[in-house]
């Protein structure tokens, strides 16, 4: 078990809001190895993202991080300072934001934004270093080194996105996380990005997070994967082996409803309903009132929320299990 | 070969660009250079490309939200039982053109006025055409939004935007384009904001109606996977040209433009044990390629009816 790189264990978050708490991340376990690449999966307000901003701590201030444990090689980052997280953040874990394109500051040049995030982790360093450091980043990620000199309004979207990765790898992070950092971008440069991700990531042995709403992407990019509904992971394990045999009814509805290239044609199936609200929880199975086959037991909701192990490394949720 | 319901020839729209100081250095950015397609009676097309290809553009000239600047654009015109150029239409006509040809926009948070209720938003086309009585039409606005799933639609009406879902916005701006019955409707990816789970319901919606309604769509999307699912035929745009048009099963198994090689090579494939092999295109000679060749408006039938651009990509093929 020593060669995992991040551990997360029964990870509660919530957000604190006038109509009560909105509980956003429940009893999250999952680890990452050196090198290994993990996909987190679901639609819009699963949760996704909430995990992301709990592991760097970097949640709204109305968000609480009510029990579990994030330790990254060896360091308990729960309960951390304020200053002992700033050397964790981008130093151990860094992360390339959802629409990072567009969260440059728009009146400082490229390679001093990078150079800022360098400095405060490497004081010592001189700025020669530094500079040699962005140029060496920046070829990595296929770019021109006279881009540092270049104000953010003068690169295209896919020049700024493989910036954004150059910035995230700065300081020589551990696990990168990338949070859906090919969305608003064009199909053909997504997939040069995607592309740049994979062997940059091949390159430093890092471990990376890729969190998406596209499972293909998802297919594409990770060795292992969670797929989250309502705040909890509803099944976790090899990417290869639940896409070949998803065991959760939500899998199933997420795999049959992504169209493709290749293959013949077929009849997807669309998802019906919204996601439960996610405060005022009820007991029992969250997607049942959505699942397409509930059984009696699920829609009584009085099976437990619990991911059980089906096959090693291959867990899902015991409701959708029991039903088979 | 059945009846066409739209005809485009030679479509072009140029806008004048100026620059320097004093925007001295006058310049024209040819965003749609004499593309030609047609659209038979209840098929859908899909136009797909990168971005910037001209693909909206191509759309709003299509329906007259700007004027294109060459190019033939004609309609079936049902009286006549036959082709009618837009150039020709007087003001009445025009007014009947327009509740013909409607179209669906990208974002849906941003296409809705978010002061009006959602009953007066799928009003007001029935308001502007003074189609019906007073009564008939919100008895129209009641139909529709059950037709596109708002139901019960008593809930809707009196709501405004901001409290709907991104997916219930989508149907309230699809239930506005269909009330007016129209023939023709453009959607410029009307799903690309949606989450994935709503995607499908808002597709498998727009294709029902298609058949239930008869209804033509041109459907604007970059994602092939999207279009393939959507469209009996796909139309692939590079720099303000079509390269390519075919039938949809046709052009993604027998691709032969290099552009569309590698748009189709770009889709991710859910598919862990899939190995995708990535077309390698190189844009700058491509780009050459057709940028001296200032004749080829013409397209080459490879059978199938299966149409690549005839400029000379043997280089790269």
Known sequence: MSDNVLIVKDLNMHYETLSGDVSAVKDISFSIKKGESFGLVGESGC??????????????????????????DGQELVGLSESELRKVRWNGISIVFQGAMNAWNPVIKVGEQIREAIREHYPSN?????????????????????????????????????????LALSCDPKVVIADEPTTALDVVVQDQILKEIKKVQELLGLSLIYISHDIA??????????????GRIVE?????????????????????????VVGDKKKLRSLEGEPPSLIDEQEGCSFSPRCPEPTKECADRSVEMQLIEIDPGHYADQCCVKCG | MSKNLIEVKNLEKYF????????????????????????PFGESLGLVGQSGCGKTTTARSLCLLDPKTNGDVSFYNQESDSMQSIDDLDENELKKFRRNIQMIFQDPYESLNPRWTIKDIILEPLNIHNIGELNDREEAVVEILKTV??????????????????????????????????????????????????????????LNLARDLEVSYLYITHDLAVARYMCNRIAVMFNGKIVEIAETEELLKNPIHPYTKRLISSIPVPDPS?????????????????????????????????FVATHDVKGLL
């Open chain 1, 126 to 166: 001189s700025k020669s270093e530094n500079t040699k450091k962005i140029e060496s980043l920046f070829k990595m990620v296929d770019l021109d080194e006279s881009i540092m000199e270049r104000y953010p309004h003068e690169l295209s979207g896919g020049m700024k996105q493989r910036a954004v990765i150059a």
């Open chain 2, 274 to 306: 899939y190995d995708r092999v990535v077309y390698d295109l190189d844009y700058d000679e491509l780009d050459s390629i057709i940028a001296k060749d200032t004749e080829n408006i013409g397209m080459v039938d490879i059978g199938n009816e299966h």
């Open chain 2, 16 to 39: 004048e660009v100026s620059s320097g100081l004093f925007g001295r250095n006058k310049g024209v950015v040819k965003a749609v250079d004499g593309i030609s397609f047609n659209i």
């Open chain 1, 47 to 72: 949760g996704k993202t909430s995990v992301a901003m709990s592991l760097l701590q970097l949640q709204a201030d109305n968000a609480k991080i009510s029990s579990g444990s994030i330790v990254l």
């Open chain 1, 217 to 230: 992407v998802i297919a594409e990019m990770t060795d292992n994967m969670a797929v989250m509904y309502a």
């Open chain 1, 236 to 260: 976790l394990g090899p990417t290869s082996k639940i896409f070949k045999s998803p065991k959760h009814a939500y899998t199933r509805l997420l795999l049959e409803s992504t169209p493709s």
């Open chain 2, 149 to 206: 799933g708002l139901t019960p639609p008593e809930n809707y009406l009196p709501r405004y935007p901001h409290e709907l879902s991104g997916g219930q916005r989508q149907r309230v701006s699809i239930a506005r384009t269909l009330i007016m019955k129209p023939k023709f409707v453009i959607c410029d990816e009307p799903t690309s904001m949606l989450d994935v789970s709503i995607r499908i319901s808002i597709m498998d919606l727009m």
